[in-house]
């Protein structure tokens, strides 16, 4: 009976401790020719981690040449911080045709 009601107790401060747990930040997958997902939202200052799962090379280039992560060969990966809200666009520049999105909210 102890054990249970302590058990209940350590559930409840897990559950509670769950929302302050930093995030580890978001990946985007790259494979198949296409970054995966597409479109990802994160807030102000998280890193997103772009991971090269494809056997081809690729790049995360943004649109606005502002940031390259120049040539990921298969298995590599690269992460960039986005500090500024607002929507970033970016492609490959091997593949013009591969594109995606991170949209970056302001932390309020
Ligand atoms: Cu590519």
């Not at 401060?13 to 939202?41: E, N, S």
């Not at 298969?74 to 960039?80: D, L, N």
């Amino acid at each position: 009976m102890k054990t249970a009601f302590l058990g209940a107790v350590a559930l409840v401060a897990l559950l509670a401790a769950a929302p302050a747990t930093p995030k580890p930040g978001a990946t985007v997958h790259i494979r198949d020719d296409a970054f995966t997902p597409a479109t990802i939202t994160v807030r102000a200052g998280d890193s997103v981690t772009f991971v090269n799962d494809d056997d081809d090379a690729h790049t995360v280039t943004a649109d606005d040449s502002s940031w390259d992560s120049e040539g990921l060969n298969q298995g590599e990966k690269w992460t960039h911080a986005f500090a500024k809200a607002g929507t970033i666009k970016y492609h490959c520049t091997v593949h013009p045709f591969m594109h995606g999105s991170v949209i970056v909210k302001a932390v309020t």
